[in-house]
């Protein structure tokens, strides 16, 4: 089945930095790719997703870039505020709404 | 639009007992509903797939007789933790998806926590 594998499990940036974070899947099959932003105790809410016939896509200061060769997707953000501090999980899917998430980078930006 | 919601948001409950979780769509149709699992500082972790009018599939590793899933209708998904013991205790969320084709009609419920002593 589906692994994707998220990467770093933590980040730390001063704001107005940029952030990255990084994903890797396995099945070459997945065609939808969505990253998910949770706060402590919420439900994750979808920030930005990409599907496999988009190489990059962009809203304001999130982008997604995806190249399928390599089976790997970034999520971008800039100018980051304080308020971008969160865990962010990426996921994968073949279809049919299953989603196979990643482990989660939580990101803290510091003022 | 899209609501999902859950019930109970939080749940204590003694080892041993069963505990019934509710998934409702308020105002869509979900065909589909999806049960995940997550532990504290980890991932979500995806239980089964839930589809109205059938039985559930679970992912490897789910014990079925122990996560009853019922979908009984198309706004309402139950999840029934039987026998629980103290390592179910876990964050438990839903998501349902629309009948609408795009891959984005996913939406998730807020949660429950569940404790078990």
């Known amino acids: 089945g589906e692994n994707v594998e998220q990467h770093p499990s933590t980040l730390s940036v001063q704001e107005g930095d940029s952030a990255v974070i990084k994903c890797t899947y396995s099945d070459s099959a997945s065609n939808y790719f969505p990253w998910y932003k949770q706060e402590l105790g919420k439900r994750p809410q979808l920030i930005i997703d990409?599907?496999?016939?988009?190489g990059e896509k962009k809203d304001q200061r999130i982008a997604v870039t995806l190249n399928k060769t390599a089976k790997h997707f970034s999520l971008h953000i800039t100018e980051t505020q304080p308020e971008d501090s969160a865990v962010y999980f990426c996921?994968?899917?073949?279809?049919?709404?299953?989603?196979?998430f990643g482990q989660g980078t939580e990101l803290s930006v510091k003022p | 639009g899209a609501v999902v919601s859950q019930h109970p948001s939080w749940v204590i409950c003694k080892s041993g007992t069963s505990v019934k979780i509710e998934c409702r769509s308020l105002d869509f149709q979900a065909t589909t509903m999806f049960w995940y699992r997550q532990f504290p500082k980890q991932s979500l972790m995806l239980m089964a797939t839930s589809n109205e009018g059938s039985k559930a599939t679970y992912e490897q590793g789910v014990e079925k007789d122990k996560f009853l899933i019922n979908h009984a209708s198309l706004t309402l998904s139950t999840l029934t933790v039987t026998s629980a013991h103290p390592e179910d205790s876990s964050f438990y969320i839903c998501?349902?998806?629309?009948?609408?084709?795009?891959?984005?009609?996913?939406?998730f419920g807020p949660g429950t926590r569940l404790t078990v002593t």
């Open positions: 990409i599907r496999s016939n988009v």
């Open positions: 998501s349902a998806k629309g009948t609408e084709k795009r891959e984005r009609g996913q939406y």
């Open positions: 996921a994968a899917s073949t279809g049919g709404g299953k989603l196979i």
